[in-house]
């Protein structure tokens, strides 16, 4: 398969005219999708920083039209109909196009994986993003770049205490990618709904509990109101990666120097994004114990355990699921013992040193 055939109903109504990037006077404007509303904390606001500087660094010779979830496909749509040349550019995070490619997965969200610099040393430096263009490319017809990591995450909001597994057995959560197989697999049920519908999900009842991010966006989603404890830590998504993808006839299209202009300006966002959330998680972690007095609690060291063992167990079947996700697969775990190793001799004795001194503020 070279590319995406079949699209989503959405993709096929969107009108024919955004097939290709509007010309005219020598400017190119793209159009881009995103999997989120226009004001979603620490995702949106990586397109419109996209937005900003490609405008700037190419002096408003190409421009970009920001498009949120709904306005011209789903959340889940996005890949499609940038794969098609409905769209030219999307935003999203590469677990959304897991269910076409399970490989994707390595490119977003592994559970007990690479935290976001590690993942950025994988991509930048470790051959990730090469075996990711070269895949996109063969499957849909995409180019595309990591952008947006969300750091570590929390294990998510309950509605019930988890003191054993059993706790975990039965109960409907909202988790995507293999976080979400892993929970499947100690018991859990397990649906994945976009975003925006999370938090009627939990007033209605018809979830139990749901992992989102961190403070800062659970804060603003309002699940604080609907569950009542907050479990750490979030073993299934150690970082969250997004990425902004291109269709790439779109982006060979351009000039070299409008190519490195996207890069580049994807880059710079991702940059920024890198330091948004863990400011902003402190800011509202603070805000949620403190003002909201939310019940934070730590996830006993069996379940974790056990979680653990069913984490490397789904990571390596899906490692070798097809042989491109085993290609993506090799790199990445070429990587990450030693990143493991590291992190065990050098940064975890320092957290706890660091951690020793929390009592003394």
């Known amino acids: 398969m070279k590319r995406r055939t079949l699209l989503a109903a959405g993709v096929a109504a969107i009108p024919a005219a955004l097939a290709a990037p509007a010309v005219a006077s020598g400017k190119r404007e793209l159009q881009m999708v995103m999997s989120w509303a226009h004001n979603f904390p620490g995702l949106a606001s990586i397109a419109y920083n996209f937005q900003k500087f490609v405008g700037a660094l190419s002096d408003g010779e190409l421009t970009v039209k920001v498009n949120a979830v709904g306005e011209l496909v789903g959340a889940f749509e996005v890949y499609d109909a940038v794969s098609s040349g409905a769209a030219d550019c999307y935003h999203s995070t590469s677990v959304y196009l897991s269910g076409q490619w399970q490989g994707a997965v390595f490119f977003s969200q592994v559970p007990f994986g690479l935290t976001a610099a590690e993942h950025l040393g994988w991509m930048y430096h470790g051959g990730g993003q090469q075996v990711q263009h070269k895949h996109y490319r063969e499957l849909f017809n995409i180019v595309p770049f990591t952008a947006g990591q969300t750091g570590l995450q929390m294990a998510g909001w309950f509605n019930r205490e988890i003191n054993s597994l059993d706790d975990l057995r039965g109960l409907t959560i909202r988790s995507p990618g293999l976080g979400g197989e892993v929970l499947r697999r100690v018991g859990a049920n397990v649906t994945l709904i976009p975003p925006q519908e999370i938090l009627t999900a939990l007033q209605s009842g018809t979830l139990d509990a749901t992992e989102l991010q961190g403070p800062w966006l659970d804060s603003v989603s309002g699940f604080h109101q609907h569950a009542k404890y907050y479990y ?92 491109r996700t085993a290609e993506v697969y090799e790199s990445w775990k070429a990587y990450f013992p030693l990143a493991l190793e590291f992190s065990a001799e050098v940064e975890v004795p320092f957290f706890k040193a660091r951690g020793r001194q929390f009592a003394a503020l």
């Not at 920024?272 to 402190?282: D, F, L, R, T």
């Not at 949620?288 to 069913?310: F, S, Y």
């Open 232 to 323: 750490t830590p979030g073993f299934q998504e150690v970082n969250s990666a997004g990425e902004i993808g291109l269709n790439a006839d779109v982006f060979d299209s351009l000039s070299p120097r409008l190519q490195s202009v996207v890069q580049t300006a994807i880059e710079a966002a991702n940059g920024i994004n890198v330091g948004e959330w863990p400011y902003h998680n402190a800011e509202f972690f603070r805000k949620l114990r403190h003002e909201h007095k939310v019940d934070v609690r730590a996830l006993p060291d069996d379940v974790i355990d056990a979680l653990a063992t069913k984490s490397k167990e789904v990571v390596e079947e899906v490692g070798k699921s097809d042989a």
